[in-house]
C-alpha cells in the first residue's frame, strides 16, 4: 500500500520557538493532505486540509496564524507551529487520500512536547 | 448534522471470545466507511473500508464489519481475540468525494484479557 511519512516522529521544544513538521506522500501524488491533532486518550481531531498550490483549509476554533500550513508539491506538506506553548503538546498525525481507492494513509505521527 | 458514534469507549474481552465494537453514524448521503486501529504512539492503519457493493466487508487480522443502512451501524467484529488485537479502534466515516475529510468516531479501546 501506498506510504505516508512524517518527520521528525518526536520533538520537544521550548515555549515560544517555532516546530516544522513534514509529512510526504512516499509512492503517490496527493494534492490534498489532512493534518491532525490527538491528545491522550482522545480521537483525532481535523485541524486542517492542506491543498497543494493554494491556502489551507481550518476547521473552526483552529488559529490558522498559529498552525501554518504549506503545501508546496504533490508530495510534501509541512505544519509549523508557531510560538508553541506547553498545550500545543500533542501528538500529529498527517494523512493523504488515494483517489484511486478511496483509502486515506496516515502518516506515522509526530510528538510534540513543549517544555 | 454529519456524526459518528462509537457506542463504548471501553470494551474488555477474554482471550479466544467474540469482539464486536460498535460504530453508528449520522447522513443524508451514502457514506464511506472505514475502521482504523492504532497502536500506542503510532499512527492509524486501516483495518476495512466499506464504499459499495457487499455489506459485509473482510478485512485484515480476521476481522469483519457489516454495513447496515436500515440502522446506520458499521459494528466491527472478530470470533476471536487474541492477546495482539488490544489497541485503540477507531470508526470513521467519508461523506463527500473521494478526497474528502474524515470524520472520527470517539474510538475503542479493546482490553484482551487472559
Known amino acids: 500500500g501506498a506510504v505516508v511519512s512524517q518527520h521528525p516522529s518526536w520533538v520537544i521544544c521550548k515555549s515560544g520557538t517555532s516546530v516544522k513538521i513534514e509529512c510526504r506522500s512516499l509512492?503517490?501524488?496527493?494534492?490534498?493532505m489532512f493534518w491532525y491533532r490527538q491528545f491522550p486518550k482522545q480521537s483525532l481531531m481535523l485541524m486542517a486540509t492542506?491543498?497543494?498550490?493554494?491556502?489551507?483549509?481550518?476547521e473552526q476554533g483552529v488559529e490558522k496564524d498559529k498552525f501554518l500550513i504549506n503545501h508546496a508539491s504533490l508530495t510534501l506538506s509541512t505544519l509549523t507551529v508557531t510560538s508553541a506553548h506547553p498545550e500545543d503538546s500533542s501528538f500529529y498525525i498527517c494523512?493523504?487520500?488515494?483517489?484511486?481507492?478511496?483509502?486515506?494513509?496516515f502518516g506515522p505521527g509526530t510528538r510534540l512536547t513543549v517544555t | 448534522a454529519q456524526s459518528v458514534t462509537q457506542l463504548g469507549s471501553h470494551v474488555s474481552v477474554s482471550e479466544g471470545a467474540l469482539v464486536l465494537l460498535r460504530c453508528n453514524y449520522s447522513?443524508?448521503?451514502?457514506?464511506?466507511l472505514f475502521w482504523y486501529v492504532q497502536y500506542p504512539n503510532q499512527g492509524l492503519q486501516l483495518l476495512l473500508k466499506?464504499?459499495?457493493?457487499?455489506?459485509l466487508v473482510k478485512g485484515i487480522n480476521g476481522f469483519e464489519a457489516e454495513f447496515k443502512k436500515s440502522e446506520t451501524s458499521f459494528h466491527l467484529t472478530k470470533p476471536s481475540a487474541h492477546m495482539s488485537d488490544a489497541a485503540e479502534y477507531f470508526c470513521?466515516?467519508?461523506?463527500?468525494?473521494?478526497?474528502?475529510?474524515?470524520?472520527f468516531g470517539q474510538g475503542t479501546t479493546l482490553q484482551v484479557k487472559p
Open positions: 494523512s493523504a487520500p488515494d483517489r484511486s481507492n478511496y483509502e486515506q494513509y
Open positions: 509512492d503517490f501524488q496527493a494534492t490534498t
Open positions: 492542506s491543498n497543494e498550490g493554494s491556502k489551507a483549509t481550518y
Open positions: 447522513s443524508s448521503v451514502p457514506p464511506y
Open positions: 466499506y464504499t459499495t457493493g457487499a455489506t
Open positions: 470513521a466515516v467519508r461523506f463527500s468525494s473521494n478526497t474528502g475529510k474524515l470524520i
